[in-house]
């Protein structure tokens, strides 16, 4: 038996972290929530590795894409999915600088939406 699948979920909305986070824990996923982004960055440092991290873009201090993209630089190569209102090309590029194993999902989005989006990063590692 494979071990079971960690995620990090990061929204600064508290509604929306309870709503991702349920939803990720119906689909028999181990969860670890943070509610910032400098919290997102503790929780990948501490509490890591992760199979997949789901961060909002938009949080306070610090984004989930600098905070992710600190991760890459740093050698994590962990599959990420993208939480976002924002449609620009800013946020296009920031999410393409990722590289692989990328996932956007735009909200308002549904809970097959989120499935779907953890299904094509994680691939493989969640059957």
Same mark, same amino acid.
């Given at each position: 038996m494979s071990p079971k699948v960690r995620a990090l979920v990061a929204d600064d909305d508290p @509604?929306?972290?309870?709503?991702? /986070? @349920? &939803?990720v824990v119906r689909l028999g996923i181990d969860v670890v929530s943070a509610r910032s982004g400098g919290e997102l960055l503790d929780k990948l440092a501490e509490r890591g590795p992760f199979d997949v991290v789901v961060t909002d873009v938009a949080m306070p201090w610090m984004s989930g894409l600098h905070v992710m993209h600190s991760a890459r630089a740093a050698g994590s190569a962990c599959p990420v999915v993208v939480m /976002?209102? %924002?449609? @620009?090309?800013? /946020? /296009? &590029?920031?999410?393409? &600088?990722?590289?692989? %194993?990328?996932?956007?999902i735009y909200k308002p989005f549904s809970s097959l939406e989120l499935h779907a989006a953890l299904q094509e990063c994680l691939g493989e590692a969640w059957a």
């Open positions: @509604d929306l972290l309870e709503m991702v /986070t @349920d &939803a /976002t209102g %924002h449609r @620009d090309e800013k /946020t /296009t &590029a920031q999410v393409a &600088a990722l590289g692989e %194993h990328v996932v956007v």
